[in-house]
């Protein structure tokens, strides 16, 4: 066997340290190149980029957020169901509100109508900015059904159980009725079925009826609906165009998660808006009792009570000293195109004031500043614009017009 001479040696490991050399060279040039690489990507050259904007609030940061939920009639400009819903709040209760199709509001620029036919109105928040107008409560969100789409839902959970109070009947254009649902305690209601009983209106019986009826089936379906949020995701899919909402998939998904965990949890609270007879303009309809849905209000709902300023227009409550019904659709025109919420609060104690009051809730340079402006955009005196003694809660502002109120004035431009 031959051995290597010295020098064979000597040069095998002069070509290992120039391969070393080389290859140790080609990594501190990748490391060089990376680290370029780095510092360019880090420390970009140019315009500094846009900032990014800011999410706007959700129900997700809301102490309290509230959702409208209707369910509009079949083939008519109606609804036959409307419940004002909350989670959370400072004793983490849920609200259930019923409000009557038939009460009276005031659809801003569209005039008074039924609350049920907002839904007409071509503002898509006409209906929640009407409620939230008369009741002083935050309406943050809505989600709207048409009654294909309240069905479908019924049968997503698996159909309701409940006592039918009253036999149900579909009313022919020519006066015969065909039966559709007879009376009867624990019924398995399936969608159709669930829809017609909720939705029912027998002749002669007050809207208070067809409230507690649409109360019950939806008191059943919150019920019944899955605590899983993916799965709840999958259930509102599925409704498709039938079902309309303010809030994306997934926050409407966690929303109406919590609300079922609190009813499942009996941690839920039931009311009717409540309503007095709306006079003899309004034979068959009614006005939201203001005194008592803002108790309501205040003892329900108060994280979410409206706060004047940029995004929440001022309530002005309208009562009429004079007695003639003119100075009140005058002075609501007068307001509502100052960019004003009016408040119909009907006759005050007494007619035949001779002199207007505004009455601000304390004497407070923001206070003294609506109520100047207010007596601006109603045409009297700055002298009319008094500070509550006790504060005020029933609205932002309370007018009480008197003779000096001039409805045969035309607003001069200035």
């Given at each position: 066997?031959?051995?290597?001479s010295?020098?064979?040696?000597?040069?095998a490991?002069?070509?290992?340290?120039?391969?070393l050399?080389?290859?140790s060279?080609i990594?501190?040039?990748?490391?060089a190149?990376?680290?370029?690489?780095?510092?360019?990507l880090?420390h970009?050259?140019g315009a500094?980029?846009a900032?990014?904007p800011?999410?706007s609030?959700t129900?997700s940061?809301?102490?309290?957020p509230t959702?409208?939920?209707q369910?509009?009639?079949?083939?008519k400009?109606?609804?036959?169901g409307?419940?004002?819903?909350s989670?959370g709040?400072?004793k983490?209760?849920?609200n259930?509100v019923?409000?009557p199709s038939?009460?009276?509001?005031?659809?801003?620029?569209a005039?008074?109508?039924?609350?049920?036919?907002t839904?007409v109105v071509?503002?898509?928040n006409a209906?929640a900015?009407a409620?939230?107008?008369?009741t002083?409560i935050?309406?943050?969100s809505t989600?709207?059904m048409?009654?294909?789409?309240f069905s479908?839902?019924v049968d997503?959970?698996g159909?309701v159980?409940t006592?039918?109070?009253?036999?149900?009947?579909?009313i022919?254009?020519d006066?015969?009725t065909v039966p559709?649902l007879?009376?009867?305690?624990?019924q398995?209601?399936?969608?159709?079925?669930?829809?017609?009983?909720?939705?029912?209106?027998a002749?002669?019986e007050?809207?208070?009826?067809?409230?507690?009826r649409f109360?019950r089936?939806?008191r059943l379906v919150?019920?019944?609906l899955?605590?899983?949020?993916?799965k709840?995701?999958?259930?509102i899919?599925?409704?498709?165009?039938?079902?309309?909402s303010?809030l994306?998939t997934?926050?409407?998904?966690?929303y109406l998660?919590?609300?079922?965990?609190a009813v499942?949890a009996?941690k839920?609270?039931?009311?009717n808006?409540?309503?007095v007879?709306?006079g003899?303009a309004?034979?068959?309809q009614s006005?939201?009792?203001?005194?008592?849905?803002?108790?309501?209000?205040r003892k329900?709902?108060?994280?979410a009570l409206r706060?004047p300023?940029?995004?929440?227009?001022v309530?002005?409550?309208?009562q009429?000293g004079v007695g003639?019904?003119?100075?009140?659709q005058?002075?609501r025109?007068?307001l509502?195109?100052?960019g004003?919420?009016?408040?119909?609060?009907?006759?005050?104690a007494?007619?035949?004031?001779?002199?207007s009051?505004?009455l601000?809730p304390n004497?407070?340079?923001?206070?003294?500043?609506w109520g100047a402006?207010?007596a601006?955009?109603?045409?009297l005196p700055k002298?009319?614009?008094?500070a509550?003694?006790?504060?005020?809660?029933?609205?932002d502002?309370?007018?009480v017009?008197g003779?000096d109120f001039?409805?045969d004035?035309?607003?001069t431009?200035e």
């Amino acid at each position: 066997m031959s051995q290597d001479s010295p020098a064979s040696a000597q040069s095998a490991q002069e070509t290992s340290r120039r391969r070393l050399v080389w290859l140790s060279s080609i990594v501190l040039a990748l490391v060089a190149l990376l680290l370029l690489a780095w510092f360019l990507l880090s420390h970009p050259t140019g315009a500094a980029p846009a900032p990014k904007p800011t999410p706007s609030p959700t129900a997700s940061v809301l102490t309290q957020p509230t959702l409208l939920f209707q369910v509009e009639e079949l083939n008519k400009p109606f609804t036959i169901g409307n419940a004002l819903t909350s989670v959370g709040g400072p004793k983490d209760l849920a609200n259930d509100v019923t409000i009557p199709s038939n009460v009276i509001v005031d659809a801003g620029t569209a005039g008074e109508m039924p609350f049920g036919k907002t839904v007409v109105v071509p503002d898509g928040n006409a209906s929640a900015n009407a409620l939230s107008d008369v009741t002083g409560i935050r309406v943050d969100s809505t989600l709207m059904m048409d009654p294909l789409g309240f069905s479908a839902l019924v049968d997503a959970v698996g159909g309701v159980t409940t006592d039918v109070d009253v036999e149900v009947v579909d009313i022919k254009p020519d006066g015969t009725t065909v039966p559709v649902l007879p009376a009867g305690k624990g019924q398995i209601l399936q969608g159709p079925k669930a829809l017609a009983y909720a939705s029912y209106l027998a002749p002669g019986e007050p809207e208070s009826a067809r409230m507690a009826r649409f109360d019950r089936v939806f008191r059943l379906v919150l019920a019944q609906l899955p605590s899983d949020q993916t799965k709840m995701e999958e259930i509102i899919t599925s409704l498709g165009s039938s079902s309309h909402s303010t809030l994306p998939t997934p926050a409407l998904a966690t929303y109406l998660v919590r609300l079922h965990d609190a009813v499942v949890a009996d941690k839920a609270v039931y009311r009717n808006l409540p309503v007095v007879p709306a006079g003899l303009a309004y034979p068959e309809q009614s006005r939201v009792n203001i005194l008592a849905s803002t108790a309501m209000a205040r003892k329900l709902f108060p994280d979410a009570l409206r706060v004047p300023g940029p995004n929440s227009k001022v309530r002005v409550l309208v009562q009429n000293g004079v007695g003639s019904p003119s100075p009140m659709q005058y002075a609501r025109t007068l307001l509502v195109d100052g960019g004003y919420s009016y408040v119909n609060g009907g006759a005050a104690a007494e007619f035949g004031q001779k002199k207007s009051r505004i009455l601000v809730p304390n004497s407070s340079t923001t206070a003294m500043g609506w109520g100047a402006d207010i007596a601006k955009t109603l045409l009297l005196p700055k002298g009319d614009v008094q500070a509550a003694t006790h504060g005020q809660t029933v609205a932002d502002v309370i007018v009480v017009l008197g003779e000096d109120f001039a409805v045969d004035v035309t607003p001069t431009s200035e």
